[in-house]
C-alpha cells in the first residue's frame, strides 16, 4: 500500500496502528506482520486525526471537513460522534483514564468531550 500518511495511531496493546493515507479512510495495520486491511470508510475527507482509546475498545478518527467517527478499532465499524464537530479535526487524544476526549482544531479551537 502507497500514499502519503497523514497520521497514525498504535494502539494500547501495540499490536496495531490504523494508519490515515491520503484520501477519505483509514487502514488497520497488523504491527507484529506489516500488514495492512482493508480500508475503512465513512469520512469524506482526509482523515487527519486518530486516537485509541487506553481500554483498546475504541478508535476515534477526524477529518479535515471536520467530521469525528467513533469506530471498533478490530471491525472498523464507524459510528458519527456529533455534535462535537471541530472544523478541521487535526488532532484527537483521550485522557490516560479515557474519561475525557480532546479534540483539536487547525483554527486553534479545542473541545474537550
Not at 500514499?3 to 507484529?32: I, Q, Y
Not at 495492512?36 to 478518527?61: D, Q, Y
Request: with cysteine; glycine share 14%.
Amino acid at each position: 500500500m502507497s500514499g502519503n500518511s497523514l497520521g497514525f495511531a498504535v494502539s494500547p496493546d501495540g499490536l496495531r496502528a490504523p494508519v490515515a493515507l491520503e484520501g477519505k479512510n483509514w487502514t488497520p495495520v497488523d504491527l507484529g506482520s506489516a500488514t495492512f486491511g482493508r480500508p475503512i470508510a465513512g469520512h469524506i475527507s482526509n482523515v487527519w486525526a486518530l486516537a485509541h482509546h487506553p481500554g483498546g475498545n475504541l478508535l476515534v478518527t477526524g477529518d479535515r471537513l471536520g467530521k469525528v467517527f467513533v469506530h471498533d478499532p478490530i471491525a472498523g465499524t464507524p459510528r458519527p460522534l456529533e455534535p462535537w464537530q471541530i472544523l478541521p479535526c487535526t488532532s484527537a487524544e483521550f485522557s490516560p483514564d479515557g474519561r475525557m476526549l480532546v479534540l483539536g482544531s487547525g483554527d486553534g479551537t479545542v473541545r474537550f468531550i
